[in-house]
C-alpha cells in the first residue's frame, strides 16, 4: 500500500479518483479538507484536528457484494473507537453514531466492472479533536467532546486503516445497527414516514415491517 500525508486538500477522494490505473492500493490522509464531500451531494466540514482519510482498495468484491465495503469501512470505525474507550453505533446504512450524535461520516465510491467492484475508494470522515461548527452541534460530535481530551490522530488513523483490513460479518455490522425493531422516519421521495425498522438485508436494503423494501440511494433514515 502506497500512503501519502497531506496538509490540506479539497477533498482525498476526489484525490484518489485522479490517479488512473493504480498497480496497489493508495491512503492519503489530509489535516484538513477545503471541499470535504458527503453522501448524496451534500458537503462535510472538516477542520483541522479530525481524521480525513480515504483509502482505495483495488479488487475489495464481486459487484454483488458491495455492500460488504460499507458494512467493513462501519464496523472498522466502530472498533476503532472502542479501541479508545468510546461505544459507537452505526445508524444505516454506515454513519457512526455516538451518544445519538454523529462522529463520522462515510463516503464510498466504486469503480465496477463487469461483475466486479473494480477498485472502491472508502473515504472516512472521523470528528476527532476538531471543533464541531455551530450549525452541526446539535447533530454532531467529536472524540474529544465524549472523553474530555484529545487523542493522537497519528493513533487513531493506523488503529483505522488496521481495522480496514480486518474481515467483517453480515452478523458483525447488524449488532452495531441503531434502530432494528424500531419505529423510524423515512424521507421517500420527499415525503416522512413512520415505519418499524424490521431488518437491513445483506444487500444492503432497509426492510420496513410492512414488507418494503429500499436502497440507501432512495430514501434518508431518522430516529422517530
Ligand atoms: C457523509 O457523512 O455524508 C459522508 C462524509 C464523508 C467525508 C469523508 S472525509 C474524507 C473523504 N473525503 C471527502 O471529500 N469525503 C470523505
Redesign the pocket.
Known sequence: MRTISLDSID????YLKKIKKPADDVLVFAKK?TG????KG?S?I?EEGGV???LLKLNPCSAKDSFSIMMNSAVAVVKTLSAFDIKAKIKWPN?VIVNGKKIC???IENVFEGDTVARSIV???LNVNNPIADEIRDIAISAKEVLNKELQIGAVIATLVFNLYQPTSYGEYKRHLLYLGEKVSLTVNGEQKTVILEDVLQNGNLKTSEGEVFSSAEITLRKA
Not at 477533498?11 to 476526489?14: G, K, L, P, V, W
Open positions: 477533498s482525498t477522494n476526489n479538507q470535504g464531500r458527503g453522501t451534500r462535510f472538516c480525513y482519510l480515504s454513519d461520516g462515510i463516503l473515504g472516512i470522515g
